[in-house]
């Protein structure tokens, strides 16, 4: 059975359906995991408090945008070609503002869990963004 997010928790709960409100989010660190820049992941992964979590998301965005303005895709050092997540910023500002609330109303366990979690959706999704060829 498949699980979807909801308000109170993006990893699955019990309170209104949120569906994919993190998605963008999710989007661009899976983009930076297909081109093998873990970096952003990684921090995200581990994060233990709001400002740590931030700092990652960011970097990331900032990095995304400057990155995917440019081209529709990145060329990885072994040639393998990425493509730019479509992230539509109005979409992408409802995400930061769920996720800026919640991360400074969450335990450290909790922000770890959420972080991680994220993260983990980034992984499992990055394969999205690798150019076939």
């Known amino acids: 059975m498949r699980q979807t997010a909801t308000e109170g928790s993006p990893?699955?709960?019990?309170?209104?359906?949120?569906?994919?409100?993190?998605?963008?989010?999710?989007?661009?660190?899976?983009f930076f995991a297909a081109a093998r820049q873990y970096g952003y992941v990684d921090i995200?992964?581990?994060a233990l408090d709001p400002l740590t979590a931030k700092e990652a998301l960011i970097n990331?965005?900032?990095?995304?945008?400057?990155v995917c303005s440019k081209s529709d895709y990145v060329e990885r050092s072994d040639g393998?070609?990425?493509k730019?997540?479509?992230v539509d910023p109005s979409t992408l500002e409802a995400a930061v503002g769920?996720?800026?609330?919640?991360?400074?109303?969450?335990?450290?366990?909790?922000?770890?869990?959420?972080?991680?979690?994220?993260?983990l959706r980034a992984l499992a999704r990055s394969?999205?963004?690798k150019v076939p060829g």
């Open 11 to 30: 990893e699955g709960g019990g309170e209104k359906q949120k569906g994919g409100l993190l998605q963008p989010i999710v989007d661009i660190l899976a």
């Open 44 to 46: 995200l992964a581990n």
């Open 60 to 66: 990331a965005i900032r990095d995304y945008k400057s």
């Open 80 to 82: 393998e070609k990425v």
């Open 84 to 86: 730019c997540p479509r």
């Open 98 to 119: 769920w996720l800026d609330k919640e991360l400074g109303s969450r335990s450290p366990s909790k922000i770890l869990d959420l972080t991680r979690t994220l993260a």
């Open 127 to 129: 394969e999205v963004f």
